[in-house]
């Protein structure tokens, strides 16, 4: 009510109220109302970044809890491990000439070994990849760095970094005209042109200052929602609460299910012990840190009873509620329950078809943002490649290490160059 309504309602309490109610029929969508139902629903419009940028570490760190401690959420990210990488990437050379194909392919597969792709040496490409779905569903994105070593198949490696090791104190830009927002130099166009990774001491004490790397030599992996979005937001944030609310869930049918088993004993005595000096004569055997075992055998002063407690309830049906949260979970990744639950109890022929052929789609957008990153990897190791197997093939010069062929490629995809 605006302060004209106000000044009619206090000379005329019945034009005032006319007044807001024909200003309320002219809401043409219920969500835009203030009424009742609708009075602690505040929400403003503000660019993509404000949105995320004062949540966007508490949300990653919700997420990670999760990750560490629900069935649930790591239920849905092994769906999109498995169904997005599934057993790796392959490299399909097309030069036109079939032992240049060859030559390359099989160089292309030395080099995602862990001793030549990783910085550390600990992860294979496939493995990386797989990091990087998860950290996405998680963190809402991971980095590589382009990093270029003096060992190695191709002297080129790549360097996994986590969106934490952003520095986001950074404030100055290094190009005049930019602006440095979330660790992340920016053009006016908001097109990155450079990134300030924080740099980590030996004894944690000392804090070096940042490094600027240029973002050609950075592939940012993350999904942008929305034109003003500068960087990452994990894909599980509007389903955490679901996960959550499933986790306390069984946990407190747990507790209550534990009470339902539980079974207690009380001893009656027929000469309770007294106070004071009535409490003297008192003879027997005491029970006192006595404890009720399955088959044990034991006596009773004379005239002392037994008393069983036996707390009766019955059960919830927890499943139903379990399966609702576990649906809502599914669908707010786009999934259907039966991809992520693996439950096909109660599918028929035709819903199977149809949740594969939807489930099929999501992780099509998902395989199309991995290509981009695997694509500008290649790129990166093409030339090498090629000018390696020319090498090869002109002094016939023999490979010292042997290549061992990949097995269980058969969900990979083929990128071709």
Known sequence: MNIIDQVVSWFSPQRGFARQAWRDA?????????SRLNANWRAINTSAEQTDRYIRDTVRARARDLERNSDMLNGVMGAFVRNVVGGGFTLQAETGKPELNHEIEKLWAQWCKKRNCDVTGTQSLSQMLRMAVRRKKVDGGMLFVKRYTG???????LQAMEVDELDGSTIVAKHKGN???????????????????RQYSI?????????YVEAKEVIFYFSKRRPSQLREMSDMAPTLPRVRDANEFIVAENVKQRIFASVALFIKRLNPTGLGRAAGGQTGKTYSRQMFTPGMVNELNAGDEVDMINPQGQATDAATYVKLLQRLVSSGQGLSYEAVARDMS????????????????????????LVEVIDEISAANLDIL????IVKLAHQWTVERQLDRPGGLGHGLDIVE
């Not at 440095?180 to 130099?185: A, D, M, T």
């Not at 999501?362 to 199309?368: G, L």
């Not at 090629?386 to 197997?389: A, K, N, S």
């Open 151 to 157: 060992d190695g198949l191709l002297l080129f490696k």
């Open 386 to 389: 090629v000018i390696l197997t």
């Open 179 to 197: 602006r440095v927002c979330g660790g992340i130099e920016y053009t006016p166009y908001n097109k990155p042109v450079g990134y300030w990774f």
């Open 26 to 34: 002219l809401r043409h969508y219920d969500t835009g109302d203030d």
């Open 346 to 369: 109660g599918s028929t022929y035709s819903s199977t078809r149809q949740n594969l052929i939807e489930d099929g789609m999501t992780f099509a957008d998902e395989v199309e943002l």
């Open 203 to 211: 004894d944690g004490i000392t804090s070096p200052e940042p490094v």
